[in-house]
């Protein structure tokens, strides 16, 4: 028996960067949390703390920097496939690269009925997000939306499944459905008009959830995945991640008070936790473009 | 010597309630976090453990549900005072109640350019607050908004301080200016329109914020506390708190590149903190309108 | 009716420093988060932007940096009177300057036995605290504790409250009492060896929760304070915030299975919240004390 | 081309619970926070909200609720097995169970040099960890430890990394080393006397970043892990997360002060951030051990 260094990664995590677009009056602010993570022979610096491989993370946080100044940032995609394919191709033994951002929208601040040049309000708490992995040649594009948090108020309900001996949840033909929405969606190729593509994957999400008529949280993330797959043929597999934030019905009858489906309390934990791939037949190999990505079945 | 009691209260914090609104097809929700105190003659509790005048803080939570059914929510302002006029009026020894609710502000999603009648979206990380004191017959009313991010792209000037052994700030006439707003502001009386008021003030404060020209954030925060005095006489006294959210111009000479006011690092801590009062000189007495409101000067 | 500033202060919040004492090789690590705030005559800079008597948030980071290193750090009250003093002395415009510190402990590590000389681990969740406020040529220090969770399985009563028409909840004889005591002790004078002193009250307050059968949270505050107050004649006051964290026994009762104070779940929302202040009947004034300390009563 | 579900799992997150051992008048108690997933056949809710194989994750929790009183908790390997073979034998649908706890530390309160016998204090921010894959008949066991923040305040060099256009940090032969490790650990089989050897590799990782002179942080991590291994043989495989928590030597000369490795601030973000597998060469197949567990390579 020996003992062996298997899969490794470093980089630098949550490299916050504003970049303030001046060109024209009407200024312009992408708000990023950027993170790297190389991938490759960096053996010796674990077995030996030999560090001739090692491009430092401060390196690379200055390379987010300077590569926003030097071509601007654009879309997050397109941002991190610039990184990703210039720290690959920086030295030999780099053999892959992800890159994960998440961008913070914020919108304009209305005055007297018009959007305002330069003040901006931070949009809430809703996150355009991508992982971009560059595999030598190869580049791997994953976006997603994080924190977004939907909730319908009837259309739901809860019932025919089994009960085993610790089953007491009652079936329920209406219930409120919330949940805070994480998907990631993977693209054929990387290649692509990626801002007007989130905005319909994201679109097509978000009103799926309102459309469909809910028998299960599985079912109503199965038909967003569909959804987004059908409508764009861009896109060859998604993963979501939706807690069952649950909302319960408060017992007022000790106080002679009846609740037709209006208070409700609601726990912060447990919560019902469902997760689910949905893709197409024909997807092509994903690669690495999972690896390490938190959270996802 | 002797050890006495001095101040205090006790209540049940963070009581998280929906109340959805079925009265026609068309739902409306309100998402909220009730917290209650109580002030008045609870030596004995303190003293000896007698709790014969503890209205146990399960009552006070089991109180903001009830009332939520059977009186429904309107504005915070108005569940808070028909909340703390019921604990005062309970039992003679509670003196002042404290109700403090937060409200999270949902959107409906717009499903082929039609808001839906039953599915939401949460509508980022702002709130609007309120702090309502009844104390025996008055009623004292500060409401507000945390979670406010904002942020001035140009317009933004520092400079003419003062320079001591340990300052070595350089001055600026162009530097990017973002905060998050926490502003209370007290009205004059308890009986008003509150949520055509709090539009008003709201809005004041925002437009504000985005036309000054500012030339130190505290100049910024008393024009925002002086339109909102100016355009609403029933507010007497507006208190905000505002993080000075530094953005750094990071240094790309190393790079060969210049950064003429484009590319931003945002640190997380430390930051500048500016909190102050504005007020009519004929403002009446806030009584205990602010005790133990955190974070206030 | 004008428009007046009301009060006001501002500073530099959570400057986070590490200090290294390597005097000996057996090293000494003091890990703050220090925020300073001045008060005095800051008007100009709210009504008209005029700065002049602005000394920078950046230059109020530097000057503790510095005062670290020219001075070191010690106890975190003699640091922060250290500060004020100076912030108070460096312009006649500045009446008063308040510095704020929480404290991070950290332990040796043990090796074969030993404590290392200079690897350390973090001990904890717990942190002490001071709020030291010059005035002029008078200081105030509270001191205080933070993040210390502490529970008693046993040993604990709540009954005898009154029922009204909200009131549900069972009177027990049992039942497990939780808290993360916030406390701060205001002292007579500022001129004490604050080390083993806040060693002697955190350990009273600690053994007196330990120690007292309660009938009532507001029972075992008010000893916690007042036993504080007996041992300790350097402190005046002693405010306490105490969460009721409720262990709530899972009725098992469906599973055919007793429940005999064994299994609880334990929610996170809502709490119970307990504020109490506990004082000698000669203690001096506090003056400024207590001035925008969040959550006291 | 066609639309198919792919890889799922739902479950009930982070049930959170207490449980007393009262058997003798010196209690014990065990805190923890519970997550269960479920695999297998589960397509019928995700495709036409049929739920008939959906066992509700109500259920799940009421199971583990109930398990804690039928069978106590004991070691939470042997907790989280019980769970996971339950799971997987109630409905032949069932193809996996994972359930996932983390335990909080808990010390007894020392009153009057002796330690209480019901009285408890929270013991800092570290939690011990498992995750345990019950797969038909075969059960994977990953144990570890998440929020142990060490720290070495010399003894850790960074130097001879490669230099490209964007490197501009100079190289150090003493710098702060710290860290706030997660650590993950896969045992050789399920049946093992889980506490001792909890203590064992926990020892064993925190005194191997105490002992070893780092010339990297990856050689840290390498050496902590091979130190495990080498140790314990019933560990298959050590992976880790240890981002690089930055502590920079604050620039003190605009002040005439020195700085001789005594003065840092301490930034949040960014951070480094490394990972990294240590394993046997001969370990056995992980199965689905490593399956959705967040943030790991």
Redesign the interface.
């Known amino acids: 028996?020996?003992?062996?260094?298997?899969?490794?990664?470093?980089?630098?995590?949550?490299?916050?960067?504003?970049?303030?677009?001046?060109t024209t009056p009407v200024?312009r602010?992408t708000?990023l949390n950027v993170?790297t993570?190389l991938?490759g022979d960096?053996a010796a610096?674990?077995?030996?703390?030999?560090?001739?491989?090692?491009?430092?993370?401060?390196?690379?946080?200055?390379?987010v920097?300077?590569f926003?100044?030097?071509h601007g940032v654009g879309e997050i995609e397109d941002f991190a496939l610039r990184l990703g394919r210039h720290f690959v191709g920086?030295?030999p033994w780099i053999g892959q690269a992800r890159v994960t951002i998440e961008q913070y929208a914020?919108e304009r601040?209305?005055?007297?009925g018009e959007q305002?040049d330069?003040?901006?309000?931070?949009?809430?708490?809703e996150r355009r997000t991508t992982v971009v992995t560059v595999d030598g040649d190869a580049a791997h594009v994953v976006s997603g939306i994080a924190g977004?948090?939907?909730?319908?108020?009837?259309?739901s309900?809860?019932?025919?499944?089994?009960?085993?001996?610790?089953?007491?949840?009652a079936e329920t033909t209406d219930r409120?459905l919330a949940t805070e929405v994480t998907a990631r969606w993977r693209y054929v190729g990387a290649d692509h008009d990626f801002g007007p593509l989130f905005d319909g994957v994201r679109g097509t999400l978000?009103?799926t959830?309102?459309?469909v008529h809910?028998?299960?949280l599985?079912?109503t993330?199965?038909r967003m995945?569909?959804a987004a797959?059908?409508s764009y043929p861009q896109v060859a597999?998604v993963?979501m991640s939706m807690?069952?934030k649950h909302?319960f019905l408060?017992d007022?009858t000790?106080?002679d008070?009846?609740?037709?489906?209006?208070?409700?309390?609601?726990?912060?934990?447990?919560?019902?936790?469902?997760?689910?791939?949905?893709?197409?037949?024909?997807a092509p190999d994903p690669g690495p473009s999972w690896?390490?990505i938190?959270?996802?079945?």
């Not at 977004?148 to 259309?155: A, E, K």
């Open positions: 028996m020996s003992i062996v260094l298997g899969p490794n990664q470093f980089g630098k995590a949550e490299i916050r960067l504003v970049h303030v677009d001046r200024h602010i708000d993170s993570a991938r960096f610096a674990h077995l030996t703390g030999d560090n001739s491989h090692v491009l430092t993370t401060d390196a690379q946080k200055n390379t920097y300077a926003a100044r030097e920086s030295f914020w601040i209305v005055v007297d305002h330069h003040a901006f309000r931070r949009a809430g708490g977004l948090v939907v909730l319908r108020s009837t259309g309900e809860f019932w025919g499944f089994p009960r085993d001996h610790y089953t007491t949840l409120i978000v009103s959830f309102a459309r809910s028998l299960a599985q079912q993330l199965y995945g569909e797959l059908t597999e993963r807690p069952n909302h408060v007022l000790p106080f008070l009846d609740n037709p489906d209006i208070v409700y309390q609601v726990p912060d934990r447990p919560y019902g936790l469902i997760e689910a791939t949905v893709s197409r037949d024909d690896l390490a938190p959270g996802f079945c």
